[in-house]
Structure formats: C-alpha cells, structure tokens
C-alpha cells in the first residue's frame, strides 16, 4: 500500500467528498476528504482534508483504490450487522 493511500486511511473519512477537480491555481487534481472524527476535547470543527496529485491518472488511481477499499470494509460491516442481528432479534 503507498504512503499516500495509508495517510488517507489514518486521517481521513471515507468515502471521498468528490471526484478528482482540477486546480489551476496549483496546477493540481484534489480530492478532498472530511477530517476522521477522533476524540475532540477543545470542540474543534471537522477539517477538510485535500491530497493533491499532479495528474488526473493518480488522482483517478487513488480515488479507485480507497473506493475499493470503502465498499469492501462498508460490505464486511453490514455482513457482521447481519450476523448479530437475528441473535438481537431472539433475546
């Protein structure tokens, strides 16, 4: 797994909060993401988190994968919701 996608899952919310958008001011595609809710004692608001890349194909690479990995994790969590539940439901 490369750094960045590794940066993503230990800071970020996932799904990503867009498409790849091309900045001109930075000649860069970002895509942002919310700030991982994480124990908040000063009552700071959720940053946006953008990761820049200099191509549309990283970009568009990077978005796939943590996708991938968003719908994997969202698949496995629902599986185990399902499991608990009937056990939920008898008692």
């Known amino acids: 797994m490369d750094d960045t996608i590794e940066y993503i899952l230990e ?4 799904p ?3 498409r790849p958008e091309y900045d001109s001011d930075s000649d860069t595609y970002d895509l942002y993401f919310a700030e991982r809710v994480t124990y908040n004692p000063y009552n700071l608001e959720q940053e946006l ?3 820049p890349f200099e191509t ?5 690479e ?3 994968k943590v996708l991938k990995i968003y719908y994997e ?3 496995e969590d629902k599986t185990k919701h399902e499991e ?3 056990c ?3 008692a």
Not at 11 to 14: D, K, M, V
Not at 56 to 60: G, I, T
């Open 84 to 86: 608990v539940s009937p």
């Open 56 to 60: 549309l194909e990283e970009a568009s």
């Open 11 to 14: 800071y970020c919310e996932l």
């Open 62 to 64: 990077t978005l796939n």
């Open 73 to 75: 994790t969202e698949k």
């Open 49 to 51: 988190i953008c990761i």
């Open 88 to 90: 939920l439901q008898d």
């Open 16 to 18: 990503p909060l867009n």
